[in-house]
């Protein structure tokens, strides 16, 4: 199947700064990706759809302004976690969809200082 | 997209089968059944998914009820790999290539046990 990547696969920071996460569709062209959250012990939550040439859309309770998504090209979204915070702290998850089928990333884990 | 059930936890011995199901009752003509899996600490990963017919692959068997209401996910010989969370999942693919995210609820934790 279709692979995505993402780096870093961990990452720690301390408070206040900024983290950037890269999602990568390695085989096939991906206008459109998606971003999760995932808490311990709790399920995926998507945070927001990532749209290749425009602006991404954000569900509901998720600060834009916080989570800086851009999407450049075909194969490329990133995640910028702004002035992080310890609650911030979570397991991020990238996916993309490839002919029917909706392939993830292998995760990043942040930890906020 | 139609809401799914899924048992909280289930054991299976290594190199047995292992049956997971699901009940998606409320699922439409175009909506599909996906299977994904989640060992800890790493991204979802594709098992199978299918309409109406059955469908099986290198990783697994999926059976789907002649209603559609409900469908299995066999692993023929579960080893101490396949340990992880199942999610299934069922989604309509009419919308545009591309712009649909999926909607994870809490999955069955396959524990399998030596």
């Known amino acids: 199947g279709a692979v995505v990547s993402q780096h870093p696969s961990r990452v720690i920071c301390k408070s206040g700064t900024s983290v950037k996460i890269e999602c990568r569709s390695l085989d096939f062209q991906a206008t459109t990706m998606f971003w999760y959250r995932q808490f311990p012990k709790k399920s995926l939550m998507l945070m927001a759809t990532?749209?290749?040439?425009?602006?991404?859309?954000?569900e509901q309770g998720v600060e834009k302004d916080k989570f800086l998504i851009n999407h450049a090209s075909l194969t490329l979204s990133t995640l910028t976690v702004t002035s992080a915070h310890p609650e911030d702290s979570s397991f991020y998850i990238c996916?993309?969809?490839?002919?029917?089928?909706?392939?993830f990333g292998p995760g990043t884990r942040l930890l906020v200082l | 997209d139609a809401k799914t059930t899924q048992p909280t936890s289930m054991d299976c011995a290594e190199g047995r089968a292992a049956n997971l199901p699901c009940n998606h009752s409320t699922i439409s003509g175009n909506e599909y059944v996906y299977w994904y899996r989640q060992i800890h600490s790493q991204g979802p990963q594709y098992i199978i998914h299918g309409l109406k017919n059955n469908e099986t692959n290198e990783m697994a068997s999926l059976i789907i009820t002649e209603d559609r209401k409900s469908s299995t996910l066999i692993l023929p010989h579960a080893t101490l790999r396949d340990t992880a969370v199942y999610y299934c999942i069922v989604k309509s693919q009419d919308s545009g290539a591309g712009s649909y995210q999926l909607t994870f609820g809490k999955g069955t934790k396959l524990s399998v046990i030596p």
């Open positions: 990532s749209n290749e040439g425009s602006k991404a859309t954000y």
């Open positions: 996916s993309a969809w490839d002919w029917g089928t909706q392939y």
